[in-house]
């Protein structure tokens, strides 16, 4: 990127601030810059912006407009470049700050902590034009049509991944995980069709998909002698129907699986619309003893509400509560509370989301009944998994169930 090609903005209420970022990105070699002292004077410069290359660096804290009613501003402008927070407030703060401004769709490229060093802003002045912009980030968008013709063109695959028994490494069941082959753009993820699926009334039929494919599976892995029981996501559209009861039971019975393997996740993604029905639905499932999950925990509307109300077997903490859980105070605090209902409740807890080894410690360390993430295995297609069960065992026999047991008890500092 030519840097004379980029228009910069210093906003900030501190003329020394104001010379010396416009000092040090002259010596990064940046020419186009222009300084300003408060919010009112810098949508000037906002107005006659147009290009995805223009790049603000904006002081959080100012008398009159702070930053975040600035970047409101901004968005009413339609800015479509990038942003830097500079501020002195603590990091928590400006990570809620930076994620606050990509809910708005503006990139930031990160925030640098005053006082501001000369690395420092190089640093994060480098990686300008390294990550694509919002908007060319754009992924290729789906309608109904099209998604309506994947399901009838068998375009749906399944990949499965893992949950494994954290004190004896036993793989308890698999996770199915819906992916679209996509004829032209190959493997699409389920972020980008799940959604559609419940707008236009087709999440029933892309649940018959997925439930079909897992009991076919189960049925596959039983005849090579593994027990095995798959998890499938249940959305609550899915539940907003009574038929959804007896779809399911039907597929089981005419399969000839046990509803015992089955689990299914639910997660709250969107607000209850018929409360009553999602009960009923999923009392009924209960008797006919399908497994229940809630899935994300710690995310949704009212997760606790539906721990009052429904019986769940598994409890899956969100994966944001689980990586990185042992070094983040805040993060740790969740996981442990969330762990804590699970276990008083008698759930079966899982921990999503474990990446690595510092993760995968935790769970030892406190007790977590079962693990599922990166660090054990990515979701892979049923044909993978039988290899992937050896490389298991013998990550298993070498030691990962015995392996950095720390003593004491891994805790982040403060808590
Ligand atoms: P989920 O149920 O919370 O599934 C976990 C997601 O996290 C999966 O993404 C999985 O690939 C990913 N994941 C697994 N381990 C790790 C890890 O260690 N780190 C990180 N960062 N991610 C990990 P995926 O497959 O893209 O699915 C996204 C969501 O789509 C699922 O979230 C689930 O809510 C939904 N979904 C997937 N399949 C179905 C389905 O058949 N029906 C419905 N209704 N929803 C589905
Ligand atoms: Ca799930
Ligand atoms: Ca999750």
């Given amino acids: 990127m030519d840097k004379s090609k980029i228009r910069i903005l210093i906003l900030d209420d501190e003329p020394f601030m104001l010379k010396l970022l416009h000092h040090m990105l002259d010596r990064l070699g940046f020419t186009e810059l222009t300084i300003c002292d408060n919010g009112m004077a810098a949508l000037d410069w906002v107005a006659a912006s147009d290009s995805e ?32 927070l500079v501020s002195g407030e603590n990091e928590r703060v400006l990570q809620m700050a930076e994620k606050l401004i990509r809910a708005h769709g503006i990139n930031v490229l990160g925030h640098i902590a005053k006082p501001v060093s000369l690395p420092e802003l190089s640093v994060l002045m480098e990686t300008y034009g390294q990550t694509p912009t919002l908007a060319q980030r754009e992924d290729p968008s789906y309608d109904a049509a099209d998604l309506a013709k994947a399901i009838t063109d068998d375009e749906l695959v399944i990949h499965y991944q893992p949950k494994v028994a954290v004190t004896t490494g036993e793989v308890v069941g698999m996770e199915a995980l819906v992916r679209w082959q996509h004829p032209v753009d190959g493997l699409v993820f389920p972020d980008q069709f799940i959604n559609l699926a419940e707008e ?25 002698g593994l027990k095995l029981c798959v998890a499938i996501n249940v959305s609550m559209d899915n539940l907003a129907s009574l038929n959804f009861v007896d779809q399911v039971a039907q597929a089981v019975s005419s399969i000839g699986v046990a509803p015992h393997d089955i689990v299914l996740e639910v997660t709250e993604s969107r607000l209850m619309h018929n409360q009553r029905v999602a009960l009923e639905v999923l009392t009924r499932l209960r008797l006919k ?23 769940f077997d598994e409890l899956k903490i969100d994966k944001s509560f689980v990586h990185g859980a042992w070094h983040d105070e805040t993060v740790r605090a969740i996981y442990d509370a969330s762990l804590g209902v699970g276990k008083r409740l008698g759930m079966v807890v899982v921990a999503e989301g474990v990446e690595d080894q510092d993760d995968w410690d935790l769970l030892r360390n406190t007790n977590c009944d079962v693990a599922q993430g990166y660090f054990i295995a990515r979701p892979m297609p049923a044909a993978a998994v039988n290899d992937w069960m050896t490389s298991w065992d013998e990550r298993v026999r070498n030691g990962l169930l015995t392996s950095r047991v720390t003593t004491p008890q891994q805790r982040p500092q403060g808590l």
């Fill in 53 to 84: 290359h223009d790049l603000i660096l904006l002081d959080l804290n100012m008398p009159e407009m702070d930053g975040i009613e600035f970047v409101r501003k901004l968005t009413q402008h339609g800015y479509r470049g990038s942003l830097v």
């Fill in 289 to 311: 003893r399908f497994r229940l999950s809630i899935d994300d925990f710690g995310t949704g509307h009212s997760s606790l509400t539906q721990l009052r109300d429904i019986s």
């Fill in 200 to 224: 236009h009334g087709m999440i029933d039929a892309l649940a018959q998909v997925v439930l079909n494919a897992a009991l076919h599976q189960i049925k596959q892995w039983q005849l090579m």
